[in-house]
């Protein structure tokens, strides 16, 4: 029964309030209108909790902005909400990705996560094509999604938004890979389902790499926000040799920096007795925070993000199937992932929103009580990275 307005309400009783759901929560679909956002569907999400969030159907059905009461959440970079059709993914020597980054979620992958690289392409049986040449991030995230159904369904007396699209990241003499993602939100609650498969259509061995960038920027993120996190161990940082020269740690973050340079780490997650484990971002000073909850035994890495620097700034958290270092370390440990014709793997993650300082201790408390992360700063990175199980 959803819980509106501090009384929980029947469907029967919700209905004679109103001539439509739709006046309290509900899903819609519209097309932005405007600058380099022109022609992208959009499907606003309003649960009536104050939780409202946007997906981008024409950008992988990814997440762009998302807000609770307000006070906003997800990230909104300089570049916009940028049509696919005005992106050059192979441009800037692969870094033309960055031009379409925004968002609270933008989904890396299918067959490539990580920086530039050129990857044997033998497994397509195809002379010509000697080498896979993938850009920043891989190529779906700036793919339009062919959307299948969203609405509301009502079992009893609960309610749950959805929505659902495909999006095919195919070509010939390469890969077919779909990603089907169904997005849900329950009406009265704080929380984003996302439930992925991500299916092989062709008829090719095909390597898959998978990741989300998901953007938390301010008010969630201030100065004195916590990353709070089940860390057995800091693997990684890509700012090893320079640790402390910018003053920014793993676990608190700054005021926005001029001139801050990006700072990427690595962390081992302990998970809980059900295999999830939950990262997130409290600013107790607020009450405020957002929570991502990811399986250990689908999103074995977890990466963080930290963009400080001023007119930017944005902490990402980064579930990945493999090691931040890349497809070839991946292949020569035996962990990359590879599908067959028909296979698939699923991905099921929950973004959750801490309205307040009640559910920002809760958050804490049940992340401390599977494992207690590095008090330290700047723990010294391990570079022992444990064994992913692969598909090779």
Not at 20 to 44: H, I, N, Y
Not at 125 to 148: D, K, N, Q
Not at 193 to 212: K, S
Request: glycine residues 12%; proline residues 5%; charged residues 20%.
């Amino acid at each position: 029964m959803p819980e509106l307005y501090g009384e929980r309400i029947a469907r029967r009783e919700l209905a004679a309030r109103s001539g439509s759901l739709s006046q309290f929560a509900g899903v819609r679909l519209s097309t932005l209108g405007d600058g380099v956002e022109r022609g992208v569907r959009s499907l606003e999400f309003r649960t009536g909790s104050g939780l409202r969030f946007t997906v981008l159907v024409d950008r992988a059905m990814d997440i762009a902005e998302c807000e609770h009461n307000g006070r906003a959440v997800g990230w909104h970079s300089p570049s916009g909400f940028r049509n696919p059709a005005l992106h050059d993914y192979e441009g800037e020597g692969g870094l033309g990705w960055f031009r379409s980054m925004s968002g609270l979620l933008i989904t890396c992958g299918l067959d490539h996560v990580l920086f530039m690289h050129d990857d044997p392409a033998g497994h397509y049986h195809y002379g010509p094509r000697e080498t896979v040449s993938s850009s920043l991030h891989g190529r779906i995230g700036t793919i339009p999604a062919r959307l299948t159904g969203y609405g509301e369904s009502w079992n009893g007396d609960e309610c749950v938004l959805w929505a659902e699209g495909v999006v095919q990241q195919s070509t010939v003499f390469g890969e077919d890979l779909h990603l089907i993602r169904r997005i849900e939100a329950d009406v009265g609650g704080n929380e984003i389902r996302l439930i992925d498969r991500v299916v092989n259509h062709g008829f090719y061995r095909t390597p898959h790499m998978y990741c989300y960038h998901i953007n938390v920027s301010h008010p969630v993120v201030a100065e004195g926000t916590r990353y709070v996190a089940p860390i057995r161990d800091v693997i990684w940082a890509a700012h090893a040799d320079q640790y402390r020269e910018q003053g920014v740690g793993y676990r608190t973050m700054p005021a926005p920096i001029v001139n801050f340079h990006e700072q990427v780490w690595q962390h081992d997650m302990a998970a809980d007795p059900a295999g999830k484990v939950n990262v997130a971002l409290v600013n107790e000073a607020l009450g405020f925070g957002f929570e991502v909850e990811t399986r250990k035994d689908q999103f074995p890495a977890m990466y963080e993000w930290q963009n400080l620097h001023a007119g930017h700034y944005a902490v990402g958290i980064e579930p990945s199937t493999n090691h931040v270092m890349g497809k070839d370390f991946a292949r020569e440990r035996g962990e990359l992932i590879w599908l067959e014709h028909g296979e698939e793997r699923q991905y099921d993650s929950v973004f959750r929103v801490l309205p307040d300082a009640a559910a920002c201790a809760d958050a804490v408390r049940r992340i401390e009580g599977v494992a207690r992360q590095p008090q330290d700063e700047y723990p010294a990175p391990s570079g022992n990275f444990p064994p992913i199980g692969g598909g090779q």
